[in-house]
């Protein structure tokens, strides 16, 4: 058999996969809309979004999937497949720190699939209001950075808002210097959200140290300035110049090559239990000795795992603080839910932020 022949033959099968493929997509369409007639039906409140249930498919896809297809595009091709399906019910609104182009709306993306409205926000405060208002269903948030820590933005609406954490997302950060301008050494200023300046600190310093350093509110907000200033560069991502009309001048520019961010998905109410979760919490002490660690003994006692720990002033001028912690597990499981009761009891105040689901690569 000829090269042309086999390959002709190797076609004829992929067609029909496709076939198939096509088949049972559109079943699968049916019966996301048929799932939502039933609860309609029931005058269940219908919760278009589940992120239990999508973190549930998703890691038993994973676990049986044979390959060739890497686990990350197979993630990807499920959360669009997902995303449509959920879109012929609703297209969900997602309020996030924009503008266009930000490593927030790329969170969004990846984790909702493109067959949502995202809806860009100046502000991670205007986030957390449009979510509130419900001028959207769900919004999404910078949370914590593993090379600059928490966005301080977040925890303080945290503390303060009704929403809770109902899932997470993780995305690797790449930060690129973009510009108009061809050279470096025509580089003036240097714009860029604080994170990302703080992330490139050192490329900075050995590449552009006279540059001005003028924080923004995000990268994509530098990327316009920018566009506009013809002595400037700004930090942000590949998409950001290519929305934007920048060149990249210098690529990967970040201090530490594995650099993630963690994004908060904001909603209204707490999902149920995965199985992988993680529960965020909030609290105050009393400011005396052994305080925290009678809190931690609490955990410690019932085996469970603290996997980050923050603390932030109170802000009412008495250098009082909150603690902000993640926990392994969910708060309806009964060990977890009676560690949380007794840490209430010994707070001075205690906040729920939420329940939700681990991060799925």
Not at 50 to 64: D, T
Not at 254 to 265: G, M
Not at 266 to 286: E, N, Q, W, Y
Request: glycine share 6%.
């Amino acid at each position: 058999m000829s090269t042309e022949q086999r390959i002709g033959e190797l076609r004829v099968e992929i067609d029909a996969v496709d076939d198939e493929l096509l088949r049972l997509l559109n079943r699968r369409a049916a019966l996301t809309m048929e799932v939502g007639e039933v609860k309609r039906a029931d005058g269940t409140a219908t919760e278009f979004y589940r992120p239990e249930r999508e973190a549930s498919i998703l890691r038993r896809l994973l676990e049986h999937n044979p390959g060739p297809l890497p686990d990350e595009d197979l993630v990807r091709v499920m959360r669009e497949i997902i995303s449509t399906c959920l879109s012929l019910e609703q297209a969900l609104r997602i309020a996030y720190l924009g503008p266009e182009g930000t490593y927030t709306h790329a969170a969004v993306l990846k984790h909702f699939g493109g067959a949502v409205s995202p809806m860009a926000c100046a502000h991670v405060s205007e986030v957390f209001r449009d979510v509130e208002a419900r001028a959207c269903d769900y919004g999404v948030v910078p949370l914590e950075n593993s090379v600059g820590g928490s966005v301080n933005q977040t925890l303080d609406s945290l503390a303060a808002s009704p929403l809770r954490i109902c899932a997470e997302i993780v995305l690797d950060v790449h930060h690129q210097l973009l510009s108009t301008r061809a050279a470096l050494g025509e580089i003036r200023r240097v714009y860029a959200h604080e994170q990302a300046l703080a992330q490139c600190r050192g490329w900075l310093d050995s590449h552009l140290p006279a540059a001005e350093r003028i924080a923004f509110s995000s990268n994509a907000a530098a990327a316009q300035r920018a566009r506009e200033d013809v002595e400037s560069a700004a930090i942000a991502s590949v998409e950001a110049g290519q929305r934007y009309g920048l060149t990249v001048l210098a690529a990967n520019i970040e201090d530490f090559p594995h650099n993630t961010t963690r994004f908060a998905v904001l909603g209204r109410a707490i999902p149920r239990a995965s199985g992988d979760d993680l529960t965020s919490v909030m609290f105050a002490l009393h400011n005396k000795p052994g305080a925290l660690h009678a809190i931690l003994a609490v955990l410690a006692e019932r085996g469970i795992s603290m996997s980050r720990i923050e603390s932030r002033p109170a802000r009412n001028g008495t250098w009082d603080y909150l603690f902000f912690v993640d926990l392994r597990g969910h708060s309806e499981d009964p060990v977890m839910a009676a560690a949380l009761a007794e840490i209430e009891h010994r707070a001075i105040s205690f906040k729920l932020l939420g329940s939700y689901p681990r991060a799925i690569l």
